[in-house]
C-alpha cells in the first residue's frame, strides 16, 4: 500500500490562474520557490512544476512583500481600494520597490536542477492565503 505525500504549507501564490502557478511552498518542510509548466502541446496549464529551495533571507523578505500584497487584496475586497488600482497601496509603494531590488531575481528558477514534481493544492478558501492552504508534490518518474 503505498501512502500519500504529506501536505506542505504555501508560503505565498504570487501567480494564480485557475490554481496557483508560482509562489512559495514548503517541500518536505524546506521552503522552495514553485512554478507550474506550461504545456504548449495542450495549450494549458500542466499539474508539473519547478521547484526550487530558497534560503531564509529570500523567505523573509518575499514575505515582507507578501504582506504588502495582502494588505491591498485586503483593501479591495473591504471595498477602500478600486479594482481597477494596480498593487501596493500607495503607503506600501517604497518598501515594495525597495524589496523588489533586495530579493532580485533571487526567486527565479534558474538553469541549475530544479525539481520537477507533480502539485496537488488544497486551497481552503477563495483567497489563496489563508493558513489551512497546503500542497502535496508527488514525484515525476520516467516516462511520465
Given amino acids: 500500500m503505498t501512502s500519500e505525500p504529506p501536505w506542505n504549507r504555501i508560503w505565498t501564490v504570487t501567480d494564480y490562474h485557475d490554481g496557483p502557478r508560482g509562489g512559495i511552498a514548503d517541500l518536505l518542510g524546506v521552503p522552495h520557490v514553485y512554478a507550474c509548466e506550461f504545456d504548449e502541446t495542450l495549450d494549458e496549464y500542466s499539474d508539473r512544476f519547478r521547484l526550487s529551495p530558497i534560503d531564509a533571507d529570500v523567505l523573509g523578505l518575499a514575505m515582507e512583500d507578501w504582506a504588502i500584497w495582502c494588505r491591498f487584496a ?65 514525484p515525476i518518474f520516467a516516462g511520465e
Fill in 74 to 138: 485586503d483593501a479591495v475586497y473591504a471595498g477602500f481600494v478600486s479594482n481597477d488600482q494596480r498593487p501596493p497601496l500607495p503607503r506600501d509603494r517604497a518598501r515594495h520597490e525597495e524589496l523588489r531590488l533586495l530579493i532580485g531575481t533571487r526567486l527565479e528558477i534558474g538553469p541549475g536542477q530544479p525539481i520537477t514534481m507533480r502539485g496537488e493544492f488544497r486551497p481552503s478558501i477563495a483567497r489563496a492565503r489563508h493558513p489551512d492552504d497546503a500542497v502535496r508534490w508527488f
